[in-house]
């Protein structure tokens, strides 16, 4: 009985929770670009557009198994390794942002590229605001890098800040509630995971809360944006 006592220790929760994470976070991501993109060629679908896409779907997989080694570089207690790597980390997050964005540049203001029924111009906000959140979190996990709470809690709101685009290629449920599923889902996700370690750690962790809320808040708010009058005067300055 001792032994299962402490099976669900506030650390032993925390190990796994991020097992979870980094194994469910590199099989999302698969389901969604199962048939765009990698199994693309056993599927009558349309190619990426440019080699700028294809660098933006690389480093991207490169990020997922990035964020799954450290994981589990963690629980090996290979401590040492895992701040090494953690460098490499920012190298591939800023090419990740820098990319990300050239990307959603050249498909949205340069190949007027979009959602059917959403003018290009409204949805480049979309990318935008997911790589300003990204990069507010990363950096935040940078920062709190010697705080192993606040820092792997961080790690992981990034996971969940990029499963938005993920859901979004998983349609499972009618168009009219996509908008809801694309950022309800995630937003449900990081939640559970904010009251799992509440509730074993008996601790309120506020910036793990303050992640959450970033994210939350920044949904509507990039809704609100892509319509108005000076988002859409700025994006037909900056359109080539």
Not at 48 to 70: C, D, E, K, N
Not at 95 to 106: E, F, K, N, S
Not at 172 to 200: I, R, S
Request: charged share 10%; aromatic share 14%.
């Amino acid at each position: 009985m001792a032994v299962n006592a402490n099976v669900l220790t506030p650390r032993a929760a925390d190990r796994k929770l991020f097992l979870i994470v980094a194994a469910g976070f590199p099989l999302l991501v698969l389901a969604g670009y199962f048939r765009t993109y990698y199994f693309s060629a056993f599927f009558d679908v349309k190619p990426l557009a440019t080699r700028l896409a294809h660098a933006h779907a690389i480093v991207m997989s490169v990020w997922v198994l990035y964020f799954t080694a450290q994981t589990f570089l963690i629980r090996a207690k290979n401590v040492k390794l895992h701040m090494t790597m953690g460098w490499v980390g920012v190298a591939l997050a800023i090419t990740a942002i820098v990319v990300g964005m050239a990307a959603a540049y050249d498909a949205h203001l340069v190949r007027n590229s979009a959602p059917s029924g959403i003018d290009p111009h409204s949805f480049f906000v979309i990318p935008c605001a997911d790589m300003t959140v990204f990069a507010i979190l990363f950096g935040a996990a940078i920062y709190y890098r010697k705080r192993p709470a606040e820092h792997k809690s961080l790690m992981l709101l990034t996971v969940v800040n990029f499963l938005s685009p993920v859901f979004g290629r998983l349609p499972l449920v009618p168009p009219q509630y996509l908008l809801l599923w694309v950022y309800g889902v995630p937003d449900l996700m990081a939640l559970a995971c904010f009251g799992w370690y509440t509730w074993k750690h008996k601790k309120f962790n506020k910036v793990f809360a303050a992640g959450i809320l970033l994210m939350i808040v920044s949904q509507p708010i990039r809704v609100m944006v892509a319509g108005s009058q000076a988002w859409l005067a700025f994006t037909a300055w900056l359109a080539p």
